[in-house]
């Protein structure tokens, strides 16, 4: 039976705090509140929340860079407290907006040197290197100091950095943040493309871009307050939020003819418009479409279009945690 990549039990993780005028008691930060996960061998998990919900603790925690407080992690079948050697020579860690390694080095002379650290030969390791340069388009900037590079460059040296040990588990967090719209692009681009041609690797990607989370992963939890609130396949959980599917269509005019009461139509609201109809229905289930469909057919009432409302992870969100992601980011930093 082969073991999860990543998986916690009941995980707990607090910081010590001194007494301050907010926190006159001394009492302890809890950043992680039981924590449960299980992530497959194989699978792009997705870790979605705000700024201050967890995300990085649970990363670090999982990387053994912190101890936890109580309950249990395993990576790759390996206890995170008494196996980290084994962990680290496994997996890999790449956060947005690192600078590691020193700016007067090339690009080409700071991922050597990184492939020493991981121990890998030096002649194989520099055709890696080589290899994946191109790969994220960063080839013909192997000779230019790193203290040269872009923000986007310097991320995409990251990860090529971090992809040197062909990792078994790769760790992403936050990769994309303050990275403009087309270094972003090119970083999911790629991580996609590795996920492709390394099919039993793994994936834990934490983010707040909610359309990171649903271009690229197969299952999101959303955590909030160090806790797993949700947790499915982007698909299942914005079904799961929306109670339903939407669908918007536009027809000839209804002249009395009811959709309320047909199978699978939760709802049906109509608006006037332009000697047509508009019509939104909210339905149990797609395939609820066909009914709707057919009544109007045998109505002789054409259809002039018909589109599926996709719901988004905002929404789920929103609907969990009773405000926008970005309300929550807002309100961690606030004083």
């Not at 497959?40 to 990085?56: H, I, W």
């Not at 084994?86 to 947005?96: A, D, L, N, T, Y």
């Not at 790193?146 to 090529?160: D, I, P, Y």
Request: net charge neutral; charged share 25%; hydrophobic share 40%.
């Amino acid at each position: 039976m082969t073991v999860p990549a990543i998986e916690t039990k009941e995980l707990v993780r607090e910081y010590r705090m001194k007494r301050s005028p907010q926190n006159p008691s001394g009492a302890p930060v809890v950043a992680l509140d039981g924590v449960t996960l299980d992530v497959p061998q194989g699978e792009m998990f997705g870790l979605l929340g705000p700024n201050g919900a967890g995300k990085t603790t649970l990363i670090k925690v999982l990387v053994t860079l912190l101890l936890p407080t109580a309950g249990a992690a395993r990576v790759l079948g390996l206890d995170v407290v008494g196996q980290v050697q084994q962990i680290r020579e496994r997996i890999s860690m790449v956060s947005g907006g690192e600078h590691s390694g020193y700016g007067i080095l090339t690009v080409r002379e700071q991922l050597w040197m990184f492939s020493q650290f991981y121990g890998l030969p030096s002649k194989p390791a520099l055709a890696r290197i080589d290899e994946l340069l191109k790969v994220v388009g960063l080839y013909e900037e192997r000779n230019r100091r790193t203290s040269a590079l872009s923000t986007g460059m310097r991320q995409k040296m990251n990860l090529v950095r971090g992809l040197l040990s062909d990792p078994e588990v790769l760790f992403l967090d936050e990769p994309t943040v303050g990275l403009d719209v087309t270094a972003a692009r090119d970083i999911r681009a790629y991580i996609k493309e590795w996920i492709r041609m390394k099919p039993g690797r793994t994936i834990l990607l934490t983010t707040h871009y909610m359309h990171e989370a649903e271009e690229l992963c197969d299952r999101v939890a959303i955590i909030h307050k160090g806790r797993i609130i949700a947790g499915d396949a982007p698909a299942a959980l914005k079904l799961r939020a929306t109670g339903g599917t939407y669908f918007l269509l536009t027809t000839e005019t209804l002249d009395g003819i009811s959709l309320a009461g047909l199978p699978g139509v939760q709802r049906a609201d109509t608006r006037a418009l332009d000697g047509r109809m508009e019509l939104r229905l909210h339905l149990a289930e797609d395939g609820a479409i066909a009914g709707v469909v057919k009544v109007l057919a045998d109505s002789n009432r054409r259809i002039f279009s018909l589109q599926k409302i996709e719901p988004t992870l905002e929404e789920v969100f929103v609907q969990l945690v009773g405000q926008r992601l970005e309300e929550a980011d807002e309100r961690k930093a606030g004083p």
